[in-house]
């Protein structure tokens, strides 16, 4: 059987060559050409993927990448995997799905099965994808369904296999197909009762995180008043053995997921008159953060950040990945320079930023902040430089520093 992969970013490329391991014939489409071209040469910025699981996969004829939509026409069935951001005003941006639909009704065939991944607002399968699919295509006996990706980048715990997969169709044939196609590569899989839950499920496992971050945010700023670490409180807090989940105060939320996610659920509730506040003010605290942990650090150091070398350790959004998604440490270099403070940034995973590279740590500098402390770097040049260092890291462990949040 062959499937077709929509989108071969984060979700759909390691999608791809598990479904292919599995024993599929697979194909990955992506508009992006020059994505293909690497591809074809095993070239890939996902951390759950190797160049050798793709040249293997490709040397035994079970997974092939193309930009040209007509070349998944023999499949059955279709994943979209394409990103779902936000628009400026943090409505859903749906462009990238409208087109996956329109590319898919230009191949889909009588009895094809539709699988959306990408995350999206309550309703999108039934409202969104069929209608176009449907209009475009004359095809009114495709089958859809939805598995809402949960991919954690560089996670070495959970990752496609084991992570359980919570899925829906619109009919009981395409649920149970949907079923067929990913229990040849999940162990663990969920039917639910219609579409519209699984896709809720998304949303509101991520708001759930978005909102404690902004709670622990806010906590934060009163630990600061009274003169403590709010990590502190936290850490004694989770000694208790029931009816507590630690969540620990930093600069802000980043990557695809925590940053988008909730919008969409604000999204969905307004679809049906509901105002949600609670979700729009997690939305207003965490997106607040960088300017205010950056006018923190300013009073940290004498109440003036002109012409001080203030260095950051880690600019991705999460620990030991490439990923700059919604990073919020880029927002707080933007704050820091608007404070006068001249800022330097180390990542490994990262070579260049908006026109500037990323500098080995320098212990002559007038404050280190660690905001993401990656694995690869060690921090013993700043410890043995006796260097002034704020950790901002969203992290319980313990740098060498006290938290500064």
Same mark, same amino acid.
């Given at each position: 059987?062959?499937?077709?992969?929509?989108? @071969?970013? #984060?979700?759909?490329?390691?999608?791809?060559?598990?479904?292919?391991?599995?024993?599929?014939?697979?194909?990955?489409?992506?508009?992006?050409?020059?994505?293909?071209?690497?591809?074809?040469?095993?070239?890939?910025?996902?951390?759950?993927?190797?160049?050798?699981?793709?040249?293997?996969?490709?040397?035994?004829?079970?997974?092939?990448?193309?930009?040209?939509?007509?070349?998944?026409?023999?499949?059955?069935?279709?994943?979209?995997?394409?990103?779902?951001?936000?628009?400026?005003?943090?409505?859903?941006? @749906?462009?990238?799905?409208?087109?996956?639909?329109?590319?898919?009704?230009k191949v889909v065939k009588s009895g094809d099965l539709v699988i959306n991944e990408s995350t999206s607002y309550i309703?999108?399968?039934?409202?969104?994808?069929?209608?176009?699919?449907?209009? @475009?295509?004359?095809? +009114?006996?495709?089958?859809?369904?939805?598995?809402?990706?949960?991919?954690?980048?560089?996670?070495?715990?959970?990752?496609?296999?084991?992570?359980? *997969?919570?899925?829906?169709?619109?009919?009981?044939?395409?649920?149970?197909?949907?079923?067929?196609?990913?229990s040849g590569f999940c162990d663990s899989i969920n039917t639910l009762s219609k579409p519209e839950v699984a896709e809720?499920?998304?949303?509101?496992?991520?708001?759930?995180?978005?909102?404690?971050?902004?709670?622990?945010?806010?906590?934060?700023?009163?630990?600061?008043?009274?003169?403590?670490?709010?990590?502190?409180?936290?850490?004694?807090?989770?000694?208790?053995?029931?009816?507590?989940?630690?969540?620990?105060?930093?600069?802000?939320?980043?990557?695809?997921?925590?940053?988008?996610?909730?919008? #969409?659920?604000?999204?969905?509730?307004?679809?049906?008159?509901?105002?949600?506040?609670?979700?729009?003010?997690?939305?207003?605290?965490?997106?607040?953060?960088?300017?205010?942990?950056?006018?923190?650090?300013?009073?940290? @150091?004498?109440?003036?950040?002109?012409?001080?070398?203030?260095?950051?350790?880690?600019?991705?959004?999460?620990?030991?990945?490439?990923?700059?998604?919604?990073?919020?440490?880029?927002?707080?270099?933007?704050?820091?320079?608007?404070?006068?403070?001249?800022?330097?940034?180390?990542?490994?995973?990262?070579?260049?930023?908006?026109?500037?590279?990323?500098?080995?740590?320098?212990p002559n500098i007038d404050l280190g902040i660690i905001v993401i402390p990656h694995n690869a770097i060690d921090f013993?040049?700043?410890?043995?430089?006796?260097? *002034?260092?704020?950790? +901002?890291?969203?992290?319980?462990?313990?740098?060498?520093?006290?938290?500064?949040?």
């Amino acid at each position: 059987m062959k499937v077709s992969i929509v989108g @071969l970013g #984060y979700v759909g490329l390691p999608i791809a060559v598990h479904a292919a391991e599995a024993g599929y014939t697979v194909g990955g489409f992506d508009i992006d050409s020059n994505k293909i071209s690497q591809l074809e040469s095993g070239i890939s910025d996902s951390p759950e993927v190797s160049p050798d699981q793709i040249l293997s996969l490709k040397a035994k004829g079970k997974l092939f990448f193309s930009s040209n939509i007509s070349d998944h026409k023999d499949s059955s069935i279709y994943v979209i995997a394409v990103p779902t951001p936000l628009e400026k005003n943090n409505n859903p941006d @749906l462009s990238y799905l409208r087109n996956a639909c329109k590319l898919l009704a230009k191949v889909v065939k009588s009895g094809d099965l539709v699988i959306n991944e990408s995350t999206s607002y309550i309703g999108t399968l039934r409202n969104l994808i069929k209608p176009i699919i449907e209009e @475009l295509s004359g095809l +009114l006996d495709l089958r859809y369904a939805v598995a809402p990706e949960r991919i954690d980048p560089g996670n070495k715990d959970w990752n496609i296999k084991n992570t359980p *997969r919570n899925i829906s169709g619109l009919t009981d044939q395409a649920t149970s197909d949907t079923v067929t196609f990913y229990s040849g590569f999940c162990d663990s899989i969920n039917t639910l009762s219609k579409p519209e839950v699984a896709e809720a499920a998304k949303l509101f496992e991520n708001t759930f995180r978005h909102i404690n971050i902004a709670l622990v945010n806010e906590f934060s700023e009163i630990a600061s008043k009274f003169d403590f670490s709010a990590n502190d409180a936290i850490i004694a807090a989770g000694t208790k053995p029931f009816g507590f989940m630690p969540f620990y105060p930093s600069i802000g939320v980043g990557g695809h997921c925590i940053p988008v996610d909730p919008s #969409y659920l604000v999204f969905s509730a307004e679809q049906v008159g509901i105002d949600s506040k609670f979700v729009n003010l997690a939305n207003q605290i965490n997106f607040s953060r960088p300017k205010i942990v950056a006018d923190r650090i300013r009073i940290q @150091l004498g109440g003036d950040l002109v012409d001080k070398r203030v260095q950051i350790a880690g600019i991705t959004y999460k620990s030991n990945i490439a990923d700059l998604r919604e990073s919020p440490a880029l927002e707080l270099i933007t704050e820091l320079k608007s404070l006068g403070a001249k800022v330097l940034w180390f990542d490994p995973y990262v070579e260049t930023y908006n026109g500037e590279r990323s500098h080995p740590l320098d212990p002559n500098i007038d404050l280190g902040i660690i905001v993401i402390p990656h694995n690869a770097i060690d921090f013993a040049i700043w410890k043995k430089s006796n260097t *002034r260092v704020i950790d +901002l890291s969203a992290n319980p462990r313990n740098f060498g520093w006290p938290k500064f949040l």
